[in-house]
Nanobody
Framework: QVQLVESGGGLVQPGGSLRLSCAGFGVTLDYYAIGWFRQVPGKEREGISCISSSDDSTTYADSVKGRFTISRDNAKNTVYLQMNTLKPEDTAVYYC???????????????????WGQGTQVTVSS
């Protein structure tokens, strides 16, 4: 059974950092593109970053560009989202999603990914 498990969320002050992890179970993430999405109540889930399956090329939404970094560690079967200089508007539930043999475009939507994690809450507040 393919499963993604996010971890690393929590409460952080503005300007702080967090690193989210997306671990794969029953699946080798090497062959998957991984997207990170976030959602706040009452709003649509938005794609914020993606790493491609073929060449590990990465994309970022304008709202996080320069502050967030996506990377993968194949030995640990995990994809990370390093989040720096966090702002209150980054507060959301963060989800990772996987799709095989997919190249990120920077315009990812929910329909582009077939496997989803359960989400992890990130709260940025003083």
């Amino acid at each position: 059974q393919v499963q993604l498990v996010e971890s690393g969320g929590g409460l952080v002050q503005p300007g702080g950092s967090l690193r989210l992890s997306c671990a794969g179970f029953g699946v080798t993430l090497d062959y998957y593109a991984i997207g990170w999405f976030r959602q706040v109540p009452g709003k649509e889930r938005e794609g914020i970053s993606c790493i491609s399956s073929s060449d590990d090329s990465t994309t970022y939404a304008d709202s996080v560009k320069g502050r967030f970094t996506i990377s993968r560690d194949n030995a640990k079967n995990t994809v990370y989202l390093q989040m720096n200089t966090l702002k209150p508007e980054d507060t959301a539930v963060y989800y990772c999603a996987a799709e095989t043999y997919y190249t990120c475009s920077g315009r990812e939507t929910l329909l582009d990914f077939g496997t989803w994690g359960q989400g992890t809450q990130v709260t940025v507040s003083s």
